[in-house]
């Protein structure tokens, strides 16, 4: 009888190593095939190693060449490593707005403005946003606000923008005041306003009264005056109206 206990209490210890060994086994095969999984690199997502800052800057590059998807892929992962960053809500604006989506192009002038509230070029192409929408009154207000820094590097824009809506609302006086603004801070202004970066171009249309014989042209001299304003060196006459776009910067 005690042979037989001893040999029953053998076989019992060996099934159950046998089972231990099988889960053990198990297990590992189970984490050798999770091994084999294909697993995200830097060759298959390019922004994995990218920083924020990259991510914007090949962003920007991408906008400025109008292709709008590829840099949108950019700018919202840059958004995704720092979401803080006025400067990637900046150009995540530009690129909806581009892409003529105004919903999201607005909530990320705003998130910029927030996060930095004397964002000069923000408030500048905010207010081209406006005004391209007949929002006169809402982007003069933001061409303002891009004037009070001390330090906006290009002030002529918001001056020349301010100009632009003077002149379209037939108040030519103004409109000659803030031209002669923008030609005193900045010499290229011609440059400038002949590429239309960072300007506000609004179709052409009836003024609501006669305008003065002469206004200046963007040389620094006086021309004859048509009925609209328009980007040209010398303004040009009224041409059929044609949608105008947020420039990049």
Known sequence: MKRHGRTEGNHVGTHGALWKLCCVGAVLLVLGMASCVPQPSPERDPT????????????????????????????????????????????????YAARRLPDQALEHFQKALQLKPDYSEAHNALGVFYAEQGK????????????????????????????????????????????????????????????????????????????????????????????????APALPKAAPKRPSTLSVR
Request: charged share 25%; aromatic share 10%; net charge positive.
């Open 48 to 95: 994995a190693w990218m920083s924020a800052d990259e991510l914007r800057a090949l962003g920007d590059k991408f906008l400025a060449a109008g292709d709008t998807g590829q840099a949108l892929q950019y700018l919202v992962a840059a958004e995704k490593k720092d979401a803080r960053d006025p400067q990637i809500h900046y150009s995540l604006a530009l690129a």
């Open 136 to 231: 006169t009154d809402q982007a003069a207000e933001h061409f303002h606000k891009a004037l009070a820094n001390p330090f906006y590097r290009t002030p002529e824009k918001p001056l020349f923008n301010l100009g632009r809506i003077m002149a379209d609302q037939g108040r030519y006086a103004d409109a000659l005041r803030y031209f002669d603004e923008a030609l005193h801070f900045k010499e290229t202004m011609r440059r400038r306003t002949s590429t239309g970066e960072g300007l506000w171009k609004p179709s052409a249309g009836k003024p609501k009264r006669a305008a003065p014989s002469r206004l200046p042209c963007f040389t620094g001299r006086m021309c004859r005056t048509p009925n609209s304003i328009t980007a």
